[in-house]
T-cell receptor, first 114, second 111 residues
């Protein structure tokens, strides 16, 4: 059974700081890994999707890396802004062909202080 | 292009009642997955529908059932509601192996 862990559970940083969020998973047989942002009481917004054959993806100030062999992914946020405050979730889709079910971590709650 | 839309946004039900939640997928997507997210937790996979059939199911009791229509829209039904069913219910649409796009969720409160 796939288990996804995100550490730390919460993080508070001053505005402008670069930061890294961590995601680890127990089963390396994945199809892809996706990072999401969730604002309080809201749905999930997709940030980056990394296919199992890829090592990283970038979008603006965000960069996500994937190391399947070690079961780790990181989300790097450059020059953090108060608007980045949210919970960040990673989700792993298994490589089982056909119709898969995704396993989520419990998230890292980020607060960026002005 | 409308993204994934869910209705209603909020719902209050009494224990023992039944509830139906609705989801319209993003245009062009044919696969719908449902998730339950308890407060402070990550979403938990309930089930996935493709070609009007349930294809995958998570560890949820039979009180949770669903349906997918020919236009790919989907419903989640929960019978005999328990207090523990209170959660944010999220719908995601995709192609079977593609990137998932989520709706804003339905907040269900069982009293």
């Amino acid at each position: 059974k796939q288990e996804v862990t995100q550490i730390p559970a919460a993080l508070s940083v001053p505005e402008g700081e670069n930061l890294v969020l961590n995601c680890s998973f127990t089963d390396s047989a994945i199809y892809n890994l996706q990072w999401f942002r969730q604002d309080p009481g809201k749905g999930l917004t997709s940030l980056l999707l990394i296919q199992s054959s890829q090592r990283e993806q970038t979008s603006g100030r965000l960069n996500a890396s994937l190391d399947k062999s070690s079961g780790r992914s990181t989300l790097y946020i450059a020059a953090s802004q108060p608007g980045d405050s949210a919970t960040y979730l990673c989700a792993v889709r298994p490589r089982s062909g056909g119709y898969q079910k995704v396993t989520f971590g419990t998230g890292t709650k980020l607060q960026v202080i002005p | 292009d409308a993204g994934v839309t869910q209705s209603p946004t909020h719902l209050i039900k009494t224990r023992g009642q039944q509830v139906t939640l609705r989801c319209s997928p993003k245009s062009g997507h044919d696969t719908v997955s449902w998730y339950q997210q308890a407060l402070g937790q990550g979403p938990q996979f309930i089930f996935q529908y493709y070609e009007e059939e349930e294809r995958q199911r998570g560890n949820f009791p039979d009180r949770f059932s669903g349906h997918q229509y020919p236009n790919y829209s989907s419903e989640l039904n929960v019978n005999a509601l328990l207090l523990g069913d209170s959660a944010l219910y999220l719908c995601a649409s995709s192609f079977p192996t593609g990137e998932a796009f989520f709706g804003q969720g339905t907040r269900l409160t069982v009293v």
